[in-house]
């Protein structure tokens, strides 16, 4: 129904489309006189949403990859698949210096798993290993449990953990529009639990999924051993049985698992990132840097996360490209491989393009699921640079209020852009709607039905639009950087983007 509504608007817009054609820049004045970017580029925004939303190739794109190649972890054949249709694609589309640039990555392969309480009564539970984890011997682990919220609870109990599984029921807070979806407060026993448990002498670590809502369906992703000598199998558990545990654990029941899990690492594996551009017409050495990551955990097809944020940028220069609209700087598109489980494609493409990263103005990453748009964050190293930018982005923001109201954030921008932040590089998040992301995230609800196509065009319209606009500015984002810094991006260890 909402295809068919997309489509329908977009046959009213054809007449208009007709009469408002505008050439290739943003207005008639020469670039010297522009001094107000949401009236400067007001024309020209305007036409590439109405063009968008009129039609474009976006869902096809989303299709196939979601449909055609599914889920897509590090190290699997189906990357690799999607690599290659996504080199295919961007050479389809026309655009500019396709390539595939190596990384090695992690190969970390699932098998088979499960999780059984055998006591006070036989019953699956429904889980999921966490990515990184180690396997159970072939015969499992059966074990006691032991139910905690957090840290201090893990303190208090002590030797009590000693011989158990310890499952950290810690409930992720509901989304607020204020401040949030509370993501950042609950992943870290996801990430760390492992290390806590084994700490405490316990035989394996279970998490309560990530997530605030639940239909009994568990949510994966990557957790850290970090340096410790003792590695624990590690696994997610679904709310519903998360609270039956801890249900069974106050009335004193003695209850006992036992966990399965054929989890293995096979080392690291040749994948690559992919990169295209639309080059820039006057200053084609300078860039902005527009993407998402390639690939996706093995449960679900990756829709949200991150498919529709690789297709967003694919389908933004491919617009730009239709409709002749040439920034004055090189607009590239960066599919990044090994987000979920290590980040290697990030950390590669900041090594591979250390020499020309004072030359990249910003960076738009689109990780936050396809619902409708609503802004972007922004974050550099340099406080007065940002506020500029800050400022400078709330005018390019005003262009897209005809998709909904919109507002430019401080504060985080994308794990795989944030290996280039230590050069300068303005970071920006590509903000949307968060109610519902975290119902589907890491999880085999993370399907194209969960997807609106409308909503997937309104993203394309809205990057398409930020991203000419840095692009093509007469003055740099935010100014140029006063130095640029030699220090490796160094990962923080908080699993945030993980």
Known sequence: MTRLYVCLCGLLLLPALAITALPVSATDKKPA?????????????????????????AWNKLEELCDDIGHRLSGSPQLEKAIEWALHRLREDGQENVRAEPVKVPKWVRGRESLVMVSPREYE????????????????????????????ELE?????????????????PTYDPEKGSGYGTAVRFRHRGAQLAA?????????????????????????????????????????????????????????RLTLKMQARDEGMVDSANVVAELRGREKPEEIVVIGGHLDAWDVGDGAHDDGAGCVMAMEAINVLRKLKLIPRRTIRVVLWTNEENGLEGAKEYARRHADDLHNHV??????????APRGLSIECNDPERT??????????????????????????????IGPMRPAGVMLMGFMVEGDKYFDYH???ADTLDKV???????????????????????DRLGGLPAKISAVPYVDDETGHGH
């Not at 999921?128 to 682990?141: D, H, Q």
């Not at 208090?156 to 992720?172: D, I, Q, S, T």
């Not at 910003?362 to 619902?371: M, T």
């Not at 609106?452 to 007469?474: G, H, Q, R, T």
């Open 387 to 416: 506020e500029k930018a800050a400022h400078q982005l709330d005018a390019i923001l005003r262009l897209l209020e005809p998709l909904g109201p919109m507002k430019t954030s401080r504060g985080w921008s994308g794990a795989d």
């Open 362 to 371: 910003a960076a738009i990453e689109a990780d936050s699921g396809c619902f």
């Open 33 to 57: 006189d522009r001094g107000n970017l949401s009236t400067d580029y007001a024309a020209t925004a305007r036409k590439i949403i109405d063009t968008t939303l009129a039609g474009n190739d």
């Open 199 to 255: 700490k405490h002498g316990a035989v394996g670590c279970l998490v309560r999924s990530v997530t605030a809502r639940s239909m009994r369906t568990p949510h994966t992703g990557a957790m850290s051993y970090g340096d410790a000598e003792v590695k624990v199998p590690a696994a997610a558990i679904s709310i519903e049985d998360a609270e039956l545990l801890s249900r069974l654990a106050r009335r004193e029941k003695e209850v």
């Open 442 to 444: 890491h999880s085999p």
């Open 156 to 172: 208090k109990v002590g030797e009590k953990a000693r011989g158990r599984f310890v499952l950290f029921n810690n409930p992720m």
């Open 452 to 474: 609106d196509p409308e909503d997937l065009s309104k993203c394309v319209a809205a990057m398409a639009i930020a991203a000419y606009v840095i692009a093509d500015m007469p």
């Open 125 to 152: 539970l429904t889980m999921i290993g966490l990515g990184m984890s180690v396997g159970t011997p072939p015969e499992g682990i059966t074990a006691g449990v032991i139910v905690v919220a957090d840290e201090n």
